[in-house]
């Protein structure tokens, strides 16, 4: 990415009321070859949906107080125990791309309607994204600290300490922010908490935010 991946995650906050400006053309291309390409590194069917009102103007939707959204992500895949995680990491990164390109984002889980994506057989949506340009760019929320998501110390290297800084500017289901990040030597795990929603799809996001903080050239995911 072209920007400083730290800054971009830092002003990205989640954003549910959007403005009625359309997208322009230029944005959308750039949006659905980032698509195309992270479809093809996680094996996904990621869809970008466009002058959509539908979806997020059901009673759920208001539920969850959007508005004026008519433009989302389709996070889908072919079923498989890892797709809920895949599509957190490969989704992240298409919305840091949206928030590169001056665009707001907010991940939902169930407060939206029926989506326009396209299936294929043995496929199933796993979450949906607002997209749009938003009325506001969204406000800070509470953050754990570092010791209380990972077993940091005080000699981390700098690139563990840079990955967890990321975890924690990472979107989780209502903020709950469970996950642990465990280093040994170059080595990291990552694991969901055991109660809580879109657990899996959260530890995808935030490996996702890790990945790009630590650099990946710095450490090997060691598989739980």
Not at 40 to 56: A, M, S
Not at 72 to 86: N, T
């Amino acid at each position: 990415m072209e920007h400083d991946i730290m800054e971009v995650m830092r002003l990205r906050r989640s954003v549910r009321q959007y403005t009625d400006r359309p997208i322009p053309a230029e944005v959308r291309e750039q949006l659905d070859a980032c698509a195309a390409k992270l479809n093809e590194r996680g094996g996904l069917h990621i869809q970008v949906i466009y002058d959509e009102p539908k979806c997020f103007s059901s009673p759920m939707a208001h539920y969850g107080k959007f508005e004026g959204c008519s433009n989302y992500i389709v996070i889908a895949g072919k079923k498989a125990p890892d797709l809920d995680e895949r599509g957190g990491f490969w989704g992240e990164r298409l919305v840091l791309k949206a928030q590169e390109l001056g665009l707001n984002t907010c991940w939902a889980a169930m407060t939206h309607g029926r989506t326009k994506a396209v299936l294929r057989d043995g496929e199933k949506e796993v979450i949906v994204i607002s997209l749009g340009y938003g009325r506001t760019q969204g406000v800070s929320r509470k953050s754990k600290t570092p010791a209380e998501v990972s077993n940091i110390t005080d000699d981390a290297p700098a690139w563990f300490r840079r990955g967890v800084e990321a975890a924690l500017m990472a979107p989780t289901a209502m903020n709950q922010q469970k996950f642990y990040f465990t280093r040994n030597g170059r080595r990291v795990s990552a694991r969901a908490g055991r109660i809580g929603t879109c657990l899996k799809i959260d530890l995808g996001i935030v490996r996702c935010h890790f990945e790009l903080g630590a650099g990946r050239e710095n450490f090997e995911w060691e598989t739980l």
